[in-house]
């Protein structure tokens, strides 16, 4: 136990150097076996000027093109070529073309299909494509101009535009790795996750450096979860310093708060009660999303530029970007405002790490730090069932703090209390009327009951929230609804792979089919589509259709 305790502390210690590097902007090799690459080296701070002119110039149909350019040497050496023949004006865009290939390299693109016989069987067809979506880290380092952070450990990408490590996704992905008896990559992945938080003291949304200053829906807790009912408790223990730094962070600031106040990811009521909401940690443009986030601003000409930034990078670090949930209006990406939020699945999140700490304390045998967690989960359980409870519709909904009103938007984050085992068997019950009522479509759960065009937003379902809903609905005795979910889901999946050989990102839930909407298009691939598919088919093998 002495040792164990001894590795918290030097991680704590390395952790907290790290951090400080990376404020510092300390700039790494990237290598695995070398200094980690930091925010510094994003593009939007490595060769700015650059990137905002491919970006404005509108060179890519995906902004994520840009940012995942390779430059080919130096970035200030490119910056000051740049410079030096624009000081007359800009270049042409052909002249920028012609800059932008002797300067930079484009990234690998990932393999979009699968040379198999045709009519192989869906759960065959996605234990296929894992070894496609399977990066090892000494294969595909793009160098130490690349946005690309390089991890020790193999990882599975989404697919499609996606080719880094995502965070909430890779939990979702694993279920399927599990089930198709690939616990080597799994642990793999949580040990990339542990290393990412030893090096930058949290988990980004991706592994890219432009996504090093926000995070996503904390799912690591549930990754050892995952992980621990394979190989036994002893992985609790394993990351138990990673577990702690993941709620460190996500608490920081919270012991100085007073009431009203709110600092990165806590917010204090009015009463006291503690919360946490999405932050997204800085006021400017996603690099990603530059020059759509630019002219978002300028539309918004009623508030400061900053603000609508700041809300932006909290609504994508929600990994719902974007949503009705975050619009003050309902609506208009004009209106986000994210950090007035707080949001129920967040809350959640963090109830179950809180209690996930419990246990790892637990089994450590340090029963004073286990029942501090404990008491903190329990209180965060009264807080969730008082504050984000609407009674009169009989659900859990978002708070928005500033207004101490409760969000109109019904949304499938409510099945997350009923998931984690928040919620008492009355709210439960009452709950899974309203998700019958509200949100159960003929392919499965819509994401909202709003019609905006967002991609987080109905007629789109997700693969995640099908799951989520599935786990919450069945631990509440809920069997009927749950199978009625998983049945319309697979049915859903298996329609779209019959009719295009794909599995993809989002479904169209209402006329089942692709999903559309949000800033990008369709992506096919898909890690947690396969994984979620591949776990609700081995817990409902008859693939009917239910009314």
């Excluded at 149909?61 to 490119?78: A, F, G």
């Excluded at 979506?133 to 000494?138: E, I, V």
């Excluded at 160098?143 to 535009?161: A, D, I, K, N």
């Excluded at 899974?432 to 759960?445: Q, T, Y």
Aim: proline residues 5%; glycine residues 8%; contains cysteine.
């Amino acid at each position: 136990m002495q040792a164990r305790a001894f590795r918290y502390t030097l991680q704590r210690a390395v952790t907290g150097v790290a951090l400080l590097a990376m404020l510092a902007g300390c700039a790494g090799s990237g290598g695995a076996g070398g200094d980690p690459k930091t925010a510094a080296q994003s593009p939007d701070r490595a060769w700015g000027p650059v990137m905002v002119a491919i970006a404005e110039a509108d060179l890519y149909e995906d902004e994520k093109s840009v940012v995942d350019l390779i430059p080919r040497r130096e970035p200030s050496s490119i910056v000051a070529d740049y410079q030096a023949r624009t000081t007359d004006g800009p270049l042409s865009r052909d002249a920028l073309k012609a800059f932008v290939r002797a300067n930079f390299d484009e990234p690998p693109e990932n393999e979009a299909r699968l040379s198999e016989e045709a009519g192989t069987p869906i759960d065959q067809h996605i234990k296929n494509l894992w070894p496609y979506l399977t990066r090892d880290p000494a294969a595909t380092d793009e160098g130490q101009w690349s946005s690309l952070v390089v991890l020790p450990h193999r990882y599975v990408v989404p697919g499609g535009r996606f080719n880094e490590m995502f965070y909430w996704d890779s939990f979702f992905t694993m279920l399927g790795l599990a089930h198709s008896d690939r616990y080597d990559l799994v642990r793999d992945m949580v040990d990339n996750f542990a290393w990412l938080i030893d090096q930058y003291g949290f988990i980004p949304n991706g592994t890219r450096t432009y996504f090093l200053t926000r995070s996503q829906p904390p799912f690591f807790a549930s990754m050892v979860g995952l992980l621990a009912e394979h190989d036994g408790d002893e992985v609790y223990q394993r990351y138990l310093p990673e577990l702690e730094q993941e709620y460190d962070y996500w608490m920081q600031g919270a012991e100085t708060l007073s009431p009203g106040q709110a600092q990165a990811h806590v917010v204090k009521l009015e009463d006291g009660t503690l919360l946490n909401r999405y932050h997204g940690s800085e006021n400017m443009p996603r690099p990603e999303s530059w020059a759509s986030e630019v002219a978002l601003a300028q539309k918004a000409a009623d508030r400061p530029a900053p603000e609508v930034y700041a809300n932006l990078r909290a609504a994508a670090e929600s990994g719902w970007d974007f949503s009705s949930r975050w619009m003050r209006d309902g609506s208009q990406q004009t209106t986000v405002a994210t950090r007035d939020v707080l949001p129920v699945d967040l809350n959640a999140l963090l109830f179950h790490l809180e209690k996930t700490l419990a246990h790892a304390w637990q089994l450590e045998g340090n029963q004073a730090r286990a029942r501090q967690f404990e008491q903190r989960a329990e209180t965060r359980r009264e807080a969730i069932n008082r504050v984000f409870w609407d009674a009169e519709r009989g659900l859990y909904t978002d708070y928005n703090w500033r207004d101490q009103r409760l969000s109109q938007v019904v949304s499938a984050a409510t099945v997350y209390p009923l998931t984690f085992g928040v919620a008492d068997q009355r709210r439960a019950d009452a709950t899974a009327d309203a998700i019958e009522r509200e949100l159960l479509r003929p392919g499965g759960l819509v994401t909202t009951n709003r019609h905006t065009g967002e991609q987080w937003d109905a007629p789109n379902g997700w693969a995640p929230l099908q799951w989520l809903a599935v786990e919450g609905l069945s631990r509440y005795g809920q069997t009927r609804l749950a199978g009625t979910i998983a049945r319309r889901w697979i049915d859903t999946n298996q329609r779209v792979y019959d009719q295009t050989g794909k599995l993809v990102e989002k479904y169209n839930v209402e006329n089942p089919g692709v999903g559309g909407g949000g800033e990008y298009e369709v992506v096919d691939g898909f890690g947690w589509t396969n994984g979620v598919l591949l776990d609700l088919m081995a817990r409902y093998p008859e693939q009917a259709l239910t009314p």
